[in-house]
């Protein structure tokens, strides 16, 4: 039998490979443990993120964002029904938008994400589930037996030991996650390959083995750091990581520092979620 030797790598376990140890989880997640410790998160002068320790007991991470398939199967099991599926509308944005532009469009939930006639979820499994409200990811997660992370939970994991402003350093690199190429979204230059979502896991890992922190869609997370009012924290839900839509130009949150904001209830086609598991 081949002898598997652990170490602690940067705080997550690693084998003596270098390869992250992964964990199966329920529905087919795959899930990296986060090690007891105390991290260092934030950036010095930060305006929103400062400098802080944070110190954790432990926790498992999935190593991807929630795909439609793993969605599909809470649905089937459940008979849940999304709150944009109650409504009857979402908001919807893509190439041709004006910055910042989201529309209204009939029909869009996480079935059809860009409404009934754009992409049909069902045809892309391994895609991020989007078009869902932090209620609606609270649901899933609580099916599952797990939960959406806390602020400095997901910064923990999706640093992975990194100072820098990305998993890979302090300069962006399109090829390295799904963000929009272009000077503004009339036109994507496709550089990274993709124009909407991209399929979990197309992009190079962080250290420890978690995709997509950084792009892709922007991840749901538990708590509300300290410059938001106690009132605003009781009708908005954070996001960390950016996504699709993010570019230097508009919402440009595609870090590990910032932190994204919206109504619970509300759903866009670039709003998905990992989840954690307690140890």
């Given at each position: 039998m081949k002898r598997i030797v652990f170490a602690m790598l940067a705080g997550s376990l690693m084998a003596a490979d270098g390869e992250a140890v992964k964990q199966d989880g329920p529905n087919g997640h795959k899930l990296i443990t986060v090690p007891a410790g105390t991290y260092a998160l934030g950036s010095k002068g930060h305006p929103t993120n400062p400098a802080h320790a944070f110190k954790t007991s432990g926790f498992r991470i999935a190593d991807c964002e929630t795909t439609n398939a793993q969605f599909s199967r809470f649905v089937a099991a459940t008979g849940y029904v999304t709150y944009a599926e109650k409504q009857g509308w979402s908001l919807i944005g893509g190439e041709g938008s004006a910055e910042w532009e989201w529309r209204r469009m009939d029909g869009a939930n996480w079935r059809h994400p860009f409404g009934p006639q754009g992409p049909d979820a069902e045809k892309l499994p391994d895609h991020p589930v989007t078009q869902i409200s932090g209620e609606d990811a609270r649901a899933y997660c609580k099916w599952i037996g797990g939960r959406l992370p806390q602020l400095d939970e997901w910064e923990?994991?999706?640093?992975?030991?990194?100072?820098?402003?990305?998993?890979?350093?302090?300069?962006?690199?399109?090829?390295?996650?799904?963000?929009?190429?272009?000077?503004?979204?009339?036109?994507?230059?496709?550089?990274?390959g993709y124009v909407l979502t991209s399929p979990v896991r197309s992009y190079p890992p962080n250290a420890w083995g978690l995709y997509d922190v950084i792009g892709n869609v922007f991840e749901y997370c538990e708590g509300h750091p300290a410059w938001m009012s106690a009132e605003e924290a009781k009708r908005k839900i954070c996001g960390r990581g950016g996504s699709w839509w993010c570019s230097d130009h508009c919402c440009n949150f595609h870090n590990l520092l910032d932190v994204g904001r919206m109504i619970r209830t509300a759903s866009l086609p670039n709003q998905g979620f990992r989840v954690v598991f307690d140890l």
């Open positions: 923990t994991a999706a640093r992975a030991g990194a100072t820098t402003r990305y998993p890979w350093g302090d300069t962006y690199v399109p090829r390295c996650a799904n963000t929009w190429n272009g000077i503004n979204h009339l036109k994507n230059t496709r550089e990274d």
